[in-house]
């Protein structure tokens, strides 16, 4: 759609001018999206630098091998995968017209990031409860930084994810909502690759210390 129209002037010249309603620019949002992606990796990486440096500040207190249920991080690794997948199904369920393919493939994936937050939430209660909260090191403020800020992200893609689900339901699959669902697509798979990171760096190796 252009925001401009012509038309012919009295001298056979024509005028040009603006169209006053709504104009999307094509791709617009997915390009802007991508830049608010590429700002959140400067984030994580600061979080991990962080940590990088604070890692081995115990202050004579627990290490990483001394706390990390590595079983249960990996149960947790397992659902945010598996959600990554499910959310691939909904976008195939999308491509093909169908609204309620999407709407319980997206209600899947839902149901699996909260259970991801409900695991993280434990293993923080279950840190703390033994004395291992984030002022007792340096290394635990980088820990408890670093996984916090991602599952917070979690806790909004989760609230984004009902969010778009009451749209669908109201609005179906519209150009608008399926813009969303991509743009949501691209947030939740970034999160699982910040959190390979995160399994990898600070789980994996810290539980070697």
Known sequence: MSNTATIPAGNGDKLDFLVRGEHHVPQGTLLGFWIYLMSDCLIF??????YGVLSLNFAGGPTGGDLFDLKLVALNTAFLLISSITYGFAVLKM????LRGT???LAVTGVFGLAFLAVELYEFYHMIHLGAGPQRSGFLTAFFALVGTHGLHVTFGCIW???L???LRKHGLIQANRR???CLSMFWHFLDVIWIGVFTYVYLMGSMI
């Open 165 to 167: 689900l009451l749209q």
């Open 180 to 182: 969303r669902v991509f």
């Open 45 to 50: 990486a600061a979080l991990f630098a962080t």
């Open 95 to 98: 491509q093909m017209n169908s």
């Open 103 to 105: 709407i319980g493939w």
């Open 161 to 163: 994810l009902v969010t």
